[in-house]
């Protein structure tokens, strides 16, 4: 019996999908690839935010895994909560794609080269506020849709810029559109940005002993810092929080920031620790982070 494999429906989500039931194929397993729509695809035209936020793009995904309708899911590790369904695990984490930003415009070759009062197609609050601390002068406006259809409305003039995930546009072979790809340290990425997820029942042996040698140790690592940094912060997935977690001189380093939507607060931490403990240094990011002053940022945004 075939492995089914359950993913969202966009062309991102179905390549991300083959991407590891490719893996899983190479190692002489049988997969079949099982679509799914989500809430986050119904509602194409709302802010995220104005639908239920964190998860939309995943809990349909999670409740056909936990009802036997599929066996293993392949999520966008950034779209995951933080939290984990009771029943549910994240058994491995392959090796992660470029985590970071690129800017996509025919007005300029760089950020900084951009005319003032540029308009910035995003839906990101995380970029709009990293965008904003080092161009207050830039005009942010919201984008949904799927990457095709955000960079249509580019052409179209809807805007003079966008901000977009640099893997997307690898996994769909678009790196031909990307203008500039933006320094890590000037907009860092979202939690688990670049990276998949593969989350399979706690209790299936089987399945997760085939999905286990898919696992990029450092990449798990890296993400798993992140993840627990964010959790500690209550940050959600729509709040500015950023990250990137990276092994550097054999240590697992981790830089975090935390903004004010309009860029004129940011704090940040930077951190070290063994590779074997990311949950001890995603802790103790968030504590440095909460010393400065996060969680009175991160209330005011959900109060606003």
């Known amino acids: 019996m075939p492995l089914r494999l359950g993913t969202r429906a966009s062309a991102l989500a179905r390549r991300q999908a083959e991407e590891v039931a490719q893996l899983l194929r190479a190692a ?17 035209r709302d802010a995220v935010a104005a639908f239920g936020g964190q ?9 056909a895994l936990l009802e036997r309708r599929i066996d293993l899911a392949v999520h966008s590790l950034k779209d995951l909560p933080t939290e984990e369904p009771p029943g549910l ?22 950020l900084e080269n951009l005319p003032p009062g540029s308009r910035i197609g995003t839906g990101s609050l995380r970029r709009r506020a990293q965008l904003l601390h080092v161009r207050p002068d830039l005009q942010m406006a919201d984008v949904r849709g799927n990457v095709e259809t955000r960079l249509g409305k580019l052409r179209q003039g809807f805007f003079d810029a966008l901000v977009l995930a640099e893997a997307g546009l690898i996994r769909l072979e678009l790196e031909d559109q990307i203008t500039q790809r933006l320094p890590l340290m000037v907009l860092l990425p979202a939690v688990g940005q670049g ?38 912060l209550h940050g959600g997935c729509l709040a500015p ?14 830089t975090a920031r935390v903004l004010s939507p309009d860029g004129r607060q940011k704090i940040e931490a930077d951190h070290s620790a063994p590779p074997s403990d990311p949950v001890a240094l995603g802790r103790r990011i968030a504590e440095d982070l ?15």
Do not use: K
Request: proline share 4%; hydrophobic share 45%; with cysteine.
């Open 290 to 304: 909460l010393r400065q002053g996060a969680a009175e940022i991160i209330r005011q945004i959900r109060e606003a």
């Open 195 to 232: 990276a998949l997820a593969i989350e399979t029942r706690s209790d299936d042996a089987v399945t997760r002993q085939a999905v286990a040698p898919l696992d990029h140790p450092p990449t798990h690592a890296a993400v798993l810092a992140e993840r627990t940094m964010l959790a500690t």
């Open 89 to 110: 695990t994240i058994t491995a984490v392959p090796e992660r794609a470029p985590c970071g930003d690129v800017l996509i415009s025919e007005q300029a070759d760089r």
């Open 55 to 63: 998860g939309v793009f995943t809990r349909e995904i999670q409740a």
């Open 28 to 44: 002489g397993r049988e997969v079949e690839i099982v679509l799914l729509r989500t809430q986050g695809d119904r509602r194409r």
């Open 241 to 254: 929080v950023a990250a990137w977690g990276r092994i550097e001189a054999d240590q697992l380093r981790l």
